[in-house]
């Protein structure tokens, strides 16, 4: 378990540093932050002395060799554009994202399993086909059009939710979070609903397609046989076996919940990390993006670690040791 | 020896008539036509014939498993005289896994692979009664995985199934079905996915076991030197129908049918080596095209003319019933 843990720590580094190198170089040859920051007034000489100050006048590699150094120390460099710690930034606006992809990841879960189980149990019943219609939907329609007219009709026309904002927040060990507060709910509930959609269909499908074929398997036709009731053939036989393959795919999209939070918080003004990322992206502020990249990197080996880990617990056949795969 | 609530009667199971259907687009195809089983405590009796005959289908229905689309749809299953088609059920939950249980043919596929061995065991005890001493049911479960040949049967209750061979497995699944004691006990082909040491040891164990309890075991397999070893009596099924029947001695010695006779000499232990096998020609019709008259005439080497009108399954001999026009006489048999 140990050396599993050292080894997955090693990829993880390794996985950092070739990210870091492909994305400064690709923003080194991208463009020219200066040109985009300073004032179109500016004398040549201003220009000149920012360059210097920014360190932007050494060679790439140099300039990599102080951006590794001051990481091994926990220093990701200063935003060109706020002067201030990039992951410092980061860390400010992460809560926000996380809590709105953490709520649209439980919204898929509660939502999803036992619509698919439902449609798993009777595929043939309307009841069924129409979660099923409304799974293809919910994987058609893109976000960005599902959250603009959640906006119209709830908080336009019916005026019942707050189309923007976080609302009011608590403090949880230092964290603001929203849905503590009713308000807050009522802020997030959108967004979290908008950004939940397609992991609902994603988790009911998932979730259909494991329950009918655990119901055709030999082993549920034994329990079946043993006279145990239809409740524990479904809630127990049934559906362990299908979370196998559901933690998977879970543990994957948690990844792609926080990537994908980016439209949705545009569309809610939710403050989170996406809008940040998006203006550094557009002034080239390199320290941000890397500061977030790294971030990002580190947050998805987190998850696949706990995926695996979860794994062990689900599925028995599943053993974690130091050895080669 | 239990008795039913409703009444008693000499056998453990009686079929009578028992047709099982599987609707479809073009309407209800039968599977299982008018078959008629009966089998008395302690006695061990052989369902035998080649895929398709509906012998599986036949135990299913019995246990009330024919999942939809199919669906029992004539007869009585007479189990200690309580007809399962009329209870209501929760009355066939309760039987099932008490009185009856079945064991099925792939070992690796039977247990379930997330849960452990004593979570499997343990439920077939409590779903029957609920109220039961968890420290009781335990040592249950662990007296039945000795007594079907488990070493260590403590310890392996913590195991999972995939922490057990296939012969490991399919021994597991036999105390499962033994747990409650049962009257029944189906068998369907349980040893065909294992190799031929492990089978004899498994036929053996299960004999004995039977013995002891005086439990009546059907014994459903395409293998008739399984059936040689283990059954007193021989139901010979072909396209869903029976259509021999007798003492298993009779039948090996003087089988009536030509299809009993084909089966009996595709066995491989009676040709000389290097000798061609013997096959019957031909294969099981699809259910959904099954020929005019007697099912088997197609593939018959005594075929006539009047084999073309159906035929029933009539009396010839003692305890012997065949269902053919033109049964093999004496003078035909082949030593």
Known sequence: ?325 | MMTSMTGRSDYTLELRGLETVFDGDKGAIAAVRNVNLAIKPGEIVGLVGESGSGKSVTGLSIMGLIDRPGRVSKGEILLNGEDLRKVPAKRLRALRGDRMAMIFQDPMMTLNPVLRIDTQMMEAITAHDPKIDKTIARNRCRDALGMVGIPDPEERLYAYPHQFSGGMRQRVAIAIAMLNNPDLIIADEPTTALDVTIQAQIIAEMQKLCKERDTALIWITHDLTVVAELTQRVYVMYAGSVVEEGPLDDILDRPLHPYTQGLIRSIPSDNEPGARLFQIPGMTPPIDRMPKGCRFHPRCPYVQLDCLNDVDLVEQGAGRHVRCVHPISQGEQIS
């Not at chain 1, 870091?20 to 220009?47: C, H, K, W």
């Not at chain 1, 189980?117 to 219609?133: D, H, K």
């Not at chain 1, 709910?185 to 397609?209: M, Q």
Request: proline share 5%; net charge neutral; charged share 15%.
């Open chain 1, 1 to 325: 378990m140990t050396a599993y843990l050292l080894r997955r720590g090693g990829q993880t580094i390794l996985t950092l540093l070739v990210m870091s190198i492909l994305v400064f170089v690709g923003v080194y040859l991208v463009g020219n932050p200066v040109d985009v920051m300073i004032s179109a007034t500016a004398t040549p000489q201003e220009r000149a002395d920012l360059i210097m100050r920014m360190g932007l006048d050494q060679p790439v590699w140099v300039q990599y060799w102080h951006f590794l150094k001051g990481a091994l120390s926990g220093d990701l460099g200063n935003s060109f554009l706020y002067n201030r710690p990039a992951l410092g930034l980061i860390f400010e606006r992460m809560p926000a994202t996380l809590e709105l992809a953490f709520s649209a990841l439980f919204m898929g879960l509660v939502v999803g399993i036992p619509l698919g189980v439902v449609a798993g149990l009777r595929p043939s019943r309307p009841e069924s086909r129409g979660i099923m219609a409304f799974s293809i939907l919910g994987f058609s329609l893109p976000t960005f059009w599902v959250g603009l007219m959640m906006i119209l009709l709830f908080a336009v026309k019916l005026d019942i939710l707050p189309a923007s904002g976080r609302g009011e927040t608590v403090d949880v060990l230092g964290v603001p979070v929203s849905f503590l507060t009713l308000d807050g709910l009522s802020h997030i509930f959108l967004p979290a609903l908008n950004l939940a959609l397609f992991k609902i269909s994603l988790v009911i499908r998932l979730t259909r397609a494991g329950v009918s074929e655990a119901l055709q398997s030999e082993y549920v036709r034994f329990a079946r046989a043993k006279g145990i009731s239809e409740w524990r053939v479904v809630f127990l036989h049934v559906l362990k076996n299908t979370l196998i393959p559901l933690i998977t795919v879970v543990g994957l999209e948690l990844g792609a919940l926080i990537a994908f939070a980016v439209v949705t918080e545009t569309i809610f003004s939710w403050p989170g990390m996406g809008k940040l990322i998006i203006d550094a992206i557009t002034t080239l502020d390199r320290p941000v993006i890397l500061a977030y990249l790294m971030i990002t990197v580190l947050m998805f080996t987190v998850i696949n670690l706990i995926v695996d880990l979860a794994y062990t617990l689900v599925d028995p056949r599943v053993k974690i040791d130091g050895g080669s795969e």
